[in-house]
Nanobody, 125 residues
Framework: VQLQASGGGLVQAGGSLRLSCVAS????????VAWFRQVPGKEREGVAC????????FYADSVKGRFTISRDDAKNTMYLRMNNLKYEDTAAYYC???????????????????WGQGTQVTVSS
């Protein structure tokens, strides 16, 4: 299984980015997916997740109303749309897949089995 994340970059506060994560080696629609972020010296934080069983989504309070997680099963790709970006959103962003099926998604990083390589998002104030 491989996950290839892309879409990060440098953006001004208030701007938008869309991160993509292409999966290979498995069929994405069967699994819970999530986006995490991490800054040096801090634990990986669950930003958003999407459940495969019922389509439910969950977001960290800090990004609710600004970020949207989605997937395109035909392209085996997951996305994170980020609007109204803030300086504190600066981090390396990682996509993850949970091998456990039939349950709602989790925003805990230890639940996830497969990871993308990370894409850096830098928001200038």
């Amino acid at each position: 299984v491989q996950l290839q994340a892309s879409g990060g970059g440098l953006v001004q506060a208030g701007g938008s980015l869309r991160l993509s994560c292409v999966a290979s080696g498995l069929t994405l629609e069967h699994y819970n997916v999530a986006w995490f972020r991490q800054v040096p010296g801090k634990e990986r934080e669950g930003v958003a997740c999407a459940s495969s069983n019922d389509g439910s989504t969950f977001y960290a309070d800090s990004v609710k109303g600004r970020f949207t997680i989605s997937r395109d099963d035909a392209k085996n790709t997951m996305y994170l749309r980020m609007n109204n970006l803030k300086y504190e959103d600066t981090a390396a962003y990682y996509c993850g897949i949970d091998n456990l099926v039939g349950v709602r998604c989790s925003r805990s990083y230890y639940e996830y089995d497969y990871w993308g390589q990370g894409t850096q998002v830098t928001v200038s104030s």
